[in-house]
């Protein structure tokens, strides 16, 4: 499972885009790049997912370079309830759907 | 549409008293998990299955077992239990294909004195 580095914490205002860039220099072929999104006593809850290049759905977008060492998940025009901890997962199609978490990126939102 | 149900959602146990976490999903999914979040860490891989009636192991293995007997149901188990098990347990399940995200219960939160 490839390893993943990201900020430790961000702090924003209602209103902007947040950006949080995640590192995974040893990404497989054929691994696919997820975020999660964790609220206070529950548990993790699905954002986004891709492969390559640019996805959207409706609560965020996902950049990934070419080279697929980085990517970018970007929260547009936060809310308070986007107050959470946000993890970048590397899952190998090879691995029976194992997830590695790291610690992940407390983003805190205020008025 | 419940979803990943844990159950119970909070328990406190002795020091080698023994008890059984039950992790229910109604999504016909193949594949589950459990995990195990200490404060300020992210979710560590206790055990996993692939189907009903296989098991293997995680990250963190050692002091737990774990069944899968029906297809929605996943057991986790903690025989003597320890301090050091004090934790909040999460249960995922997740559909076959390698896209596919998992989907989480809200926690079990165990404290063992």
């Known amino acids: 499972l490839a390893k993943t580095t990201q900020p430790i914490s961000m702090d924003s205002y209602e209103g902007q885009e947040v950006n949080i860039t995640c590192s995974h220099n040893?990404?497989?072929?054929?691994?696919?790049i997820t975020w999660y999104q964790q609220f206070p006593s529950q548990g993790p809850r699905f954002i986004i997912q891709g492969y390559k290049t640019k996805v959207t759905n409706e609560v965020a977008s996902l950049f990934i370079p070419a080279d697929r060492k980085s990517s970018t998940l970007s929260l547009p025009r936060v809310s308070l309830s986007d107050t959470a901890v946000y993890y970048c997962l590397v899952g190998s199609t090879d691995s029976w759907g194992k997830l590695q978490f790291g610690a992940g990126t407390q983003v805190v939102v205020t008025p | 549409n419940a979803g990943v149900t844990q159950t119970p959602k909070f328990r406190v146990l002795k020091t080698g008293q023994s008890m059984t976490l039950l992790c229910a999903q109604d999504?016909?999914?193949?594949?589950m998990y459990w995990y195990r979040q200490d404060p300020g860490m992210g979710l560590r891989l206790i055990h996993y299955s692939v189907g009903e009636g296989t098991t293997a192991k995680g990250e963190v293995p050692d002091g737990y077992n774990v069944s899968r007997l029906k297809k929605q149901n996943f057991l986790l188990g903690l025989e003597s239990a320890a301090p050091s098990q004090t934790s909040v347990y999460f249960c995922a399940s997740r559909k076959h294909g390698d896209d596919q995200p998992q989907h989480f219960g809200d926690g079990t939160r165990l404290s063992i004195l």
């Open positions: 040893n990404i497989a072929t054929n691994d696919y």
């Open positions: 999504m016909n999914h193949e594949y």
